[in-house]
């Protein structure tokens, strides 16, 4: 659909977050329901689901996201971690559910002192987990990662093995910093369509649900995953528009707050761009 917007707080409560994201200019947005680095969730009342649709819809949003909190890690070696990480999903789904978001996208996590067979076997188990009996209506997605250090999924074809081994039929957001840094070109046409090649022949681009569209402070296959604002950094606004003629998806800027707003206007103008040319 190509709607824009970005990540936005839930401060005081998720109900505050629709008129953020108006506020900003968002068509569309993202957010966490429980905080990001640990800690219970908020409970979501039936009242408070119900007070958060009527606030999307008063502020003409159709959709919203849900970012998965950061420990989330099932390559851990232990085995307490990943059970954890597995409900803490699983919650966010029904959560998800509650309020009507579309997709909820996570970080599998890394992988310590193990075999990598072993950590993408025990990874897509704890999908498998997840998703065992979810009934709900707001879909998984894997995040590709930037693929720093010991961590999980930095590459289209680990992905297509986690989705395999676990199961389950599961879409991916791409991050454009992410595989960036993970080493897929895209800045001309001709990269497009050689990173648009290796996605055909693993996840398949119909796999592809949601872009995280974000410029990289690193040069590519880095490994580091470290956000810029469009055009301000090694990717540069013409990556942005090969990103944007190749899928027609909604984007979620997750730039600092500073010039979100301006990271929100380049991407409708490369939009607008791109429907009358
Ligand atoms: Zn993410
Ligand atoms: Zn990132």
Redesign the pocket.
Known sequence: MRRIGCHVSIAESITKAPARAKELGCEVFQMFTRPPQGGPAPKITPEIAEQFKLEMKANNQSECYIHAPYYINFASANKVIRATSAKNIREELERGSQIGAKYVMFHLGSAKDMERAEALKITAEGVARVMDGYKGSTELLLEIS?GAGNIMGDTFEELKEIIKLSGYNLGICL?T??IFASGYDFRTAEEMGKTLDAISKTVGQEAIKLI?A?DSKNDLGEHK???EHIGEGKIGQEGLVQIMSTFNLDLIL?TEHDKVEQDIRILKAIRDDLSNG
């Open positions: 930037a991050d910093a992410h995280h974000n995953d470290r956000h997750e």
